[in-house]
Structures are given as structure tokens and as C-alpha cells.
């Protein structure tokens, strides 16, 4: 009889072979007519193999003691292999396209400022950077580093082009930020852009200044004319011998400005003795005034892109054989059920997509597979952010298949496959290194508990190692398709944290590219 059936039908056709269990050689065979029985008289008493066996179904086998005078009543249970089922849960990746299209044409005429109660506050670019002081006082030690973050607001009503932060050079002190040509900064918009500046060595033998000049620079166009703006940024407490170079005139507020023999001249004559500069004094450059009236912002802004983003997945196929030469599967049914680490079903965490079918008309109770034929069923189950918000959760993904056989009634269970749902990353990086520097960290790793162990060893166990990583059917280790490579062979633990902290800043401003 058959496993799964509403009525369990007796099993015509099957052969039964009982052999001695000693010996192995057959005693007695026989053919099952449409009861499914058989009967055996005249059995020696002892041990013996029952053998079961019938087209389109499993075997069967038991061991069995016969006793004198008594009858032994033995059921045999086969499963049928008329039709065959595979059902697998796999990760995978699925990619979501968006075309973007903006465009906005506008022209406004912008005022100057005249001084007027009535004029316009700020309708010209006014680009401000905050903090508008850099303090290096707790840089002291060479290899000390620190992070300023430099947020550039424009507070005017028209963009500013070209918007640029510019730093200067000095032996003690290595300034890197993340962004030097920031570009247009749209009206009443800021940008922060992180600066790490590093202490690098505290000692020369030539003359080193005490200051370092640093600016804020940008541009905008008012009708024909290009007025070019710069404020300085301060630096404060940067380490040098001091010494006053050569004479270079400076205009501060009217007054001219000659550090010769360490003073300067107000005007009438007369030295006065000053201390270092050790920061600078804000100074604001203009080319051009914008008059009244001048058409300042003309702007005709087109996006025309397709935006490409993957989300981690699972694929579950059904593959279904129908092995019956005749007879077709009718109301085909699959019922999905996805269950979290304490059964509760959670479907609603998942989004499940309507099934990709091949030779099956449908898996929704109507659905047929004719005989003799094979079909699948692939569905794509993708995680919500509530079904990992901050740690990997499992999963196990499986349900039911049902369908009606020569007026059979199966339903046979998909085993459930458990797969682990992290939290989705903005930014992935695949980290790796050479060959032979990762076999050269593992040897320096082992040599320590296995003084005996060969480099050609490790290299030999790490090749191995990375085969089955990479070809193992359950989360096999491969790149992610739009993760970030990050070959760490010649670089730091520092340095490899830089770049992941560039990256992510870029992906935060919106200025990745990859």
C-alpha cells in the first residue's frame, strides 16, 4: 500500500522474496493479485529476510522470526516513486531598476543688495564654512590624528560653482579631506565633508612656518560677469620654528601690513613689535559687483538616469517528475509556509513573488502536469526590513504539495530549508588580499601552537580551504555583485578603516559612483 492516500490502496504487482537470513539464498517468491496479499504455509522455523518490491515504488525490507505453531501477520508500507519532487532553497541576489527623469527650467531676477530696507536678504551665493577655526593644539605626538567635520552652507538664493577647499602644506602636519572640489552647492544647501588631519613628524632642519593657509573658494556668475569669492579658514596652534619669511604685503583693512624685523606700519612711521601668526584672519575677495536688476540665475536642470540597486533573496524550485505513463497530476496545490526560530508562520516578513512556471499550468489547485512529463515552480522570497532590523535571524521555508493522482488524493510535504536573513547593507566590501600575503598571515598565525607546520602546508590547506568555501551548495562564498573590493595586502588596519570610512561617506552624500 501506498503512503499519502486518502484510501491506502492494497498494492498489485509486487514481488515478495523471503530468503534465509543465514545464507542469504531465497526460500520462498511470489507475485501480490489486486488484495495486496500473500500467504506462506509450511515455514521452517527460525530467521529470515523479507524482501518487498514493485515498479514505481520504494523497497522494503525486514527482518523477521518465524516460531513453530504460530502465524506472523506482517504489513509492508511502500512509498510510491510515481512521482518525484525536489524542493531547494538557495541565496540570491535580485536587482531593482528605476529611470529617473527631472527636469526644471526656471529664470528669476535677482536684486543686489543696496542697503534698502525692501532688498532681499542674501539673494547672492553667501558661502559660509563651520567650524570657521581649526585648533591642532592636541596634535603633539607624530602619528596623533584627528577628525574635523567641515559643513559648507550657502546661504544665498542662487548656486555657487565651483566650490572648492583648499589647504596648504606644512612638514608637521598631513590635512586630507574627503572632498576637496565639492562643485555646485545649490541654493540654501550645505555639505559636510569630513577632514582628517595627522601629525606626521615634529622635528626639520630648515625653517618651518607657524601657520597654515587654508580657504573656502567659490564662484557664481551674475548676467556676463564671474564674481570669484574666498574666506580663509582659520588654523590655530600649528608647531613650527616661527620664523618670519621674506616680506610679502598683505591688505588688512586699509592698513598696509610688512612683517620686516617683526612689525608692521599703521601708517605713520612708526614699528611696533608683533607676535607670530599662528592663525589666520578672514578676508573676503571680489572680481565683480552684481548690479540691480541683472538676470543672476538662469537654470535649465535635465536628470535622465537608470538607477540599479540589489537586495539579498532566496530562490526556492520546485522540480516535480511525473513518472506515470498514463495518468496526469490534477489540482496541483503548493502551499508555502515560512516559520521563524520558534514556528510561528511569518510570511508577512517576506515578500513572495508569484511562482515562474515550466510545463505546469498553475499551483494554485487548477494546475496540471501531464503524464510521463516533468515541471517546476520557482518562487523568489525577499526579506523585509522588519525580518532582520539588526542582528541575522533564521528562517526555514517550506509548506506543502498536493495534487490528485487516478483519483487519489496526495499531499506530500516540502521539508523545510533554513536560511539566515542579515540586515541589509547600503555599502558592501568584499575584503581580500594576494595569495601568498594571506598565506603568509595564516603561516604567522599557526606557527605559533605548530612549530612543525610548513609554509607549503598552509598554502596547500588555504587553497583547499577556499575550494570548498566557494562550491559549497549552502551559502557559498562569493562577492557580492555590487559590493567594493578591498585589497588589504600592503595596508594597515588604519588605512583599510579609512577607506571603508570613505566609502561609506560617499555613499552617504550621494557621491558614490561605483
Known sequence: MTFFTESAPKLKDATIILRDYITGNEVRRITTDATGMVSWDNLSEGYYQLEVKAKSHDSYTQTIQIKAGETEDIESFLSRQTVKYIWRVVPTEIADKYTITIESVFETHVPALDGSSDSIANPIPTVTIDPPLIDLINLQVVGQMMQVDMTVTNHGLIAANDVRLNFGEHPFYKIEPLIENIGTLGAKSSMTVPLRITRIADTSNGVVSCGIPASLTYDYSCGSNLVLKSTPIAINNVEGNCALLSSIPISFGGVG??????????????????????????????????????VCAQVKLQINQDAIMTRSA???????????????????TVTINIKDGLGNTVNNLFGITNPILSNITAVDGTGTLLANSSGSAEWTFIPTGNAAPNEPTIYSIGGSLSYKENGNNITVPLLS????????????????????????????????????????????????????DSTREVSPL?????????????MSMDEQLFIAWEWAMERIQGTDTH
Open 257 to 294: 601690513f610688512n612683517p620686516v624685523n617683526g612689525g608692521f606700519n599703521p601708517g605713520n612711521g612708526e614699528v611696533s613689535s608683533i607676535s607670530p601668526i599662528v592663525s589666520s584672519v578672514p578676508i573676503e575677495i571680489q572680481s565683480n559687483s552684481c548690479n540691480q536688476g541683472s
Open 314 to 332: 532566496f530562490l526556492g524550485t520546485l522540480e516535480i517528475d511525473n513518472g506515470n505513463d498514463t495518468n496526469n497530476l490534477e489540482s496541483l
Open 417 to 468: 530549508t533554513p536560511v539566515t536573513v542579515f540586515p541589509q547593507a547600503e555599502l558592501k566590501i568584499y575584503l581580500t588580499a594576494s595569495e601568498e600575503i594571506r598565506t603568509h598571515r595564516r603561516y604567522d598565525e599557526m606557527k605559533a601552537s605548530n612549530s612543525l607546520i610548513t609554509l607549503s602546508e598552509v598554502a596547500a590547506n588555504l587553497a583547499h580551504r577556499d575550494l570548498i
Open 478 to 490: 562569493r562577492m557580492a555583485k555590487d559590493a567594493r573590493i578591498l585589497d588589504n595586502s600592503n
